[in-house]
T-cell receptor, first 115, second 114 residues
Framework: DTGVSQDPRHKITKRGQNVTFRCDPI?????LYWYRQTLGQGPEFLTY????????KSRLLSDRFSAERPKGSFSTLEIQRTEQGDSAMYLC?????????????FGPGTRLTVL | AQKVTQAQTEISVVEKEDVTLDCVYE???????LFWYKQPPSGELVFLIRRNSFDEQNEISGRYSWNFQKSTSSFNFTITASQVVDSAVYFCALSETGFQKLVFGTGTRLLVSP
């Protein structure tokens, strides 16, 4: 049973550049989440997909952020015109269908550094 | 509004000591779920336990135990006979029925020295 995978693991970019991250959930999981974690803080919810439908977005997700899950499998998170404040760990999690509010399984994260 | 408070920023213990990590939560819902996750230095969040609001039974899993008390809105986590491998940041989290997101506390860093 492979876990949640994320790519890349690390990304360094210059301010103003666009970046895209990918998340591959556990295969039978239909729910996928994105969180952001800054140093010394807990993860903060960004957005949530059930299959290919994006059902909830946090106010943290400014219009420079966009997430997709086109076929209900992998997901991408794009940040346009990156700012230094976007530097953080971006975590993806997935959850299987069925039992209410069962646990989310997290990937290793993508650490973004904006110079 | 949902909120999780982990007042202990960092705890240092010596191996074999018992340690309790505190978690206090706020929610207006009567049905909700509580979680603990471990984040070792590698960074990946590891699920430890889930509790729903109707189940106040304490739980023990090996050296780990959890004390859920609705009267004080607390869900505390105890590690018995701590080991160096327990060194990590531990997060308590909450989710409400119908909402899918987890709301995390700020975490407690546990340092276990030999």
């Amino acid at each position: 049973d492979t876990g949640v995978s994320q790519d890349p693991r690390h990304k360094i970019t210059k301010r103003g550049q666009n970046v895209t991250f990918r998340c591959d959930p556990i295969s039978e999981h239909n729910r996928l989440y994105w969180y952001r974690q800054t140093l010394g803080q807990g993860p903060e919810f960004l957005t949530y997909f059930q299959n290919e439908a994006q059902l909830e977005k946090s106010r943290l997700l400014s219009d420079r952020f966009s997430a997709e899950r086109p076929k209900g499998s992998f997901s991408t998170l794009e940040i346009q015109r990156t700012e230094q404040g976007d530097s953080a760990m971006y975590l993806c999690a997935s959850r299987r269908r069925g039992e209410s509010n069962n646990e989310q399984f997290f990937g290793p994260g993508t650490r973004l550094t904006v110079l | 509004a949902q909120k999780v408070t982990q007042a202990q920023t960092e705890i240092s213990v010596v191996e074999k000591e018992d340690v309790t990590l505190d978690c206090v939560y706020e929610t207006r819902d009567t049905t909700y779920y509580l979680f603990w996750y471990k984040q070792p230095p590698s960074g990946e969040l590891v699920f430890l336990i889930r509790r729903n609001s109707f189940d106040e039974q304490n739980e023990i899993s090996g050296r780990y135990s959890w004390n859920f008390q609705k009267s004080t809105s607390s869900f505390n986590f105890t590690i018995t006979a701590s080991q160096v491998v327990d060194s990590a940041v531990y997060f308590c989290a909450l989710s409400e029925t119908g909402f899918q997101k987890l709301v995390f506390g700020t975490g407690t860093r546990l340092l276990v020295s030999p």
